[in-house]
């Protein structure tokens, strides 16, 4: 039976799940930034973003928001246990996120260089945080009555810092999955080879976190390795795997340029099912379950009725927006 | 209490509240007036077709994009400081105010975002209509997004249709005493006219500039400068009003806060005085050096010229707001509002006249006043949010009590950040906006992916060349 506490969980997964891949790309075209020098190749990979980059860092304040609204005593015990990285992660989107527009009104070409470096450190410090903030989380957080116990630097672990640096390396290989689906010739073939190294960097990312995990709690370990269990999530890493070879495959091809984003993507939804098996039915991986930190039935049900009607709306004109820039980015663009 | 600088860490997330929330507004203050001036102008050039429409609208556009990327940012921080900094206010209002702000993400946020990419950069792929369609989709998302929040903070100020559960939440009772809650509607006229007054005299200033440096030939300079003085003069008496009837609402929910707008520390029996200025002593109970007009503040509250009140003397010491920020803060919001309504009138004077496009001084004028909409909606905040202290729930939950187990260096080193990098993001926002305003809108005004250039050296070229447009001819003395 499903209620509307775990109607509200699918709901906030879906919207992180989108805002990873959405905003995971875009801000991987920053972490990509360093290898292309050229200001021509960097320009072509601003504009190939430019037009969506705000939806897609929309679906982070629906995260935040649904979290605050649906599940208000999560959001007041995790947000505080994380403070360091989440403050670093929003300073570091504003950086990220003015270069957009600072970088083509800076006059001289000095400050144009510093406007592409507050791009690129935004987008790598953004990324980091988010990957450090998720290893926080699923390392445990203390919890003492309604709020955050533990102490300020119990987030910065060996397998935090691992989770953060995976995540820069996955969304480094969205972003050049993205651009290899949106550009042509000499610059198409270079994204290929940096979406080859990096979806190595990623797989290991996933294998290493994924090694990890079952032994940071009994509870992770029961879930993943005890019998019967393993032969019920067994499937994950085997997709995985699959998902890997077929994205190695992809890339070397020439024909199929939507293909690497898709199994690029397929990557990611198989790390948030594999998540999914590790916290349910906690929020806060064995301190607090959703039903705990769950709002009130009728704060839930007023914000559902709009959310079922809204979320479909907005991916509509989403999809619309995308679809208007859809195609091959004319290197010339910006130019007239 | 550990404290820095003899400041603990409630004080410090205060002032980093504070501190990034009148930031991020000055950002949504000028995007709300200025996504439908720009609805205005693509309508009238897809209206009329005169090009000098669509001048402006690319001027404009280009201001706006940078105005609205650094609200995002900004206000992306403020969807999670609620949580980081606040977190027992988060826990115990969440299930209230929660759901408000999620609606706001769900109608407003994803809408502008979602129509911004196409009115950007999508007019040659999408057309005019769509353009015009996706235009229209960003200026009503702008005014959504301020309905949702203005009734968040308004349910602060003046709660309603909510119980308490077990676990010491806010539950909802009533969604629509919620959302309509009594300050709400007052809140909401005064905040969006005070968006569009404030974007009127940037648009007025910008004008002002432009004629003052000899560009009266340049069709968009007058069409933006007169534009501007016909917004002020309406608005600018309008905001007057429902400022006033805001206020009144205010005493009857929150008179405390009145009392310390109008610096009334002691009660009245038989007419109550308008202080006009002065300076308060709290400790003393007292205003000192009191410049007042004996009588007048009793019509002012609907109390008479007889009327009695009681003052500050008659709340405890613990539950008054600090007097002398509100008291101050409140007198520039409405001074600078009286000398809105007299620009207007000057304005509209010069135009009847027939002088508008050549009164130095009411240029001078505007050019100064450019700014004072932003000051006014900073110390409007000022005044409305100091005056409720020390509640954060007005009569529910004190602010002592709602917020974060943080460590005070903790929230000291996050305040720092935050000031220093706004300052320097920002200013140099600033500088990129005041830039492009520096320039004319020009003929073949570029697009938003244009970087500046030697064409834009717009100063050097003789004004009667960028006169062009149908309105250029009837002007061929300026």
């Known amino acids: 039976m499903l209620d509307l506490t775990t109607a509200w969980a699918l709901l906030l997964a879906f919207a992180v799940f989108v805002y990873v891949v959405l905003d995971g790309f875009d801000l991987g075209i920053g972490i990509l930034y360093p290898f292309f020098p050229k200001k021509r190749d960097r320009d072509l990979m601003m504009n190939s973003v430019a037009p969506v980059w705000d939806g897609n860092e929309t679906w982070l304040v629906l995260g935040g928001g649904g979290l605050f609204a649906a599940f208000p005593l999560a959001y007041a015990i995790i947000l505080p246990a994380l ?32 406007w592409d470096w507050a791009f690129i450190g935004g987008s790598v410090l953004a990324a980091l945080c988010q990957g450090i903030a998720l290893g926080a989380l699923l390392q445990g957080i203390e919890v003492d009555g309604r709020a955050y116990g533990g102490g300020w630097w119990d987030w910065l672990t060996p397998f935090s810092l691992l989770t953060g640096v995976s995540v820069v390396c996955g969304y480094a290989l969205l972003g050049a999955c993205w651009l290899n689906l949106k550009t042509e010739g000499d610059f198409q073939l270079r994204v290929r080879e940096l979406a080859r190294r990096f979806a190595v960097a990623t797989v290991a990312g996933i294998v290493l976190v994924s090694l990890a995990t079952p032994f940071l709690d009994a509870g992770f370990f029961d879930r993943w390795l005890s019998w019967p269990q393993i032969l019920i999530v067994a499937p994950v890493p085997v997709l995985v795997a699959a998902l890997a070879g077929a994205l190695w495959v992809s890339i070397t091809r020439d024909n199929l340029d939507w293909l690497p984003f898709v199994l690029a993507i397929g990557l990611f939804v198989m790390c ?6 590790s916290m349910w039915p906690y929020v806060i991986p064995n301190s607090v379950t959703l039903e705990e930190a769950a709002a009130p039935y009728e704060s839930q049900l007023f914000m559902f009725v709009g959310a079922a009607v809204l979320v479909p709306v907005i991916l509509i004109y989403t999809g619309y927006a995308y679809w208007v820039f859809r195609g091959k980015l004319d290197p010339d663009d910006g130019y007239h | 209490m550990e404290t820095i600088f003899g400041l603990d860490a409630l004080m410090l997330a205060r002032i980093q509240f504070g501190f990034t929330v009148s930031f991020h507004f000055i950002f949504p203050a000028l995007s709300i007036g200025l996504a439908s001036y720009l609805a205005v102008l693509n309508g009238m050039y897809l209206w009329t077709r ?32 609620f949580g980081t900094n606040w977190s027992v206010f988060s826990d115990r209002a969440g299930p209230v105010i929660g759901p408000l702000m999620a609606y706001e993400v769900l109608t407003a946020f994803f809408l502008e975002a979602g129509f911004l990419g196409i009115m950007l950069f999508g007019r040659e792929r999408v057309g005019n209509g769509l353009h015009m369609f996706a235009t229209l989709m960003v200026a009503v998302g702008t005014v959504i997004s301020a309905t949702w929040i203005l009734s968040v903070n308004s349910w602060m100020h003046t709660p309603a249709g909510f119980a308490m559960n077990e676990a010491g939440q806010y539950v909802p009772e009533n969604w629509w005493e919620i959302i309509f809650n009594p300050s709400f509607p007052y809140r909401l006229a005064h905040s969006v006219t005070a968006a569009y007054l404030t974007t009127a005299f ?42 006033h009837e805001h206020g009144l609402n205010t005493y009857e929910h929150q008179p405390v806060k009145v009392l310390a707008m109008e610096g009334h520390f002691r009660s009245y029996e038989d007419g109550i005085p308008l202080i006009l200025f002065g300076i308060p002593d709290q400790e003393a109970g007292e205003m000192r050096h009191a410049l007042e007009i004996p009588r007048l503040g009793g019509p ?22 600090p007097v002398a920020p509100v008291f101050y803060a409140f007198r520039v919001m409405v001074g600078l509002g009286v000398l809105m309504i007299a620009l207007g009138v000057w304005g509209l004077a010069a135009r009847l006249r027939g002088t508008l496009y050549d009164a130095t001084w009411l240029h001078r004028a505007m050019l100064a006043m450019g700014p004072s909409g932003f000051v006014a909606v900073i110390a409007g905040w000022l005044t409305t949010e100091i005056g409720r202290q020390p509640f954060v729930i007005y009569g529910e939950l004190m602010t002592a009590d709602a917020v974060s187990p943080l460590g005070t260096a903790a929230v000291a080193a996050s305040l720092v950040a935050f000031i220093v990098i706004y300052f320097a993001i920002f200013g140099a926002g600033i500088v990129y906006i005041l830039r492009l305003m520096g320039h004319a809108p020009e003929l073949g005004e570029r697009g938003v992916r244009a970087e500046p250039g030697p064409i834009r050296t717009a100063g050097v070229t003789p004004a009667p060349q960028l006169g062009e447009g149908s309105r250029g001819a009837q002007h061929p003395a300026e």
């Open chain 2, 202 to 243: 940037v648009v007025g200033g910008v004008g002002a500039w432009h004629l003052l440096r000899g560009r009266s030939g340049n069709a968009g300079v007058r069409t933006m400068f007169s534009m501007a003085m016909w917004m002020i003069v309406v608005t600018a008496p309008i905001q007057a009003v429902l400022g």
């Open chain 1, 272 to 277: 948030f099912v594999g998540l999914g098996i």
């Open chain 1, 83 to 114: 403070y360091p990285p989440i403050i670093a992660m929003l300073l570091a989107l504003v950086f990220r996120g003015v270069a957009f527009e600072f970088r083509w009104r800076a006059v001289r070409p000095r400050t144009k260089v510093y």
């Open chain 2, 50 to 81: 005169d090009e000098s429409y669509l001048r402006l609208f690319k001027y404009w556009l280009k201001i706006f994009a940078i105005s609205f990327a650094m609200g995002v940012v900004s206000g992306i921080v403020m969807a999670y400081q």
């Open chain 2, 300 to 321: 002012i509250l609907k109390k008479g010229w007889n009327g009695s009140l009681d003052g500050l003397d008659t709340v405890p010491d613990e539950l008054e707001p």
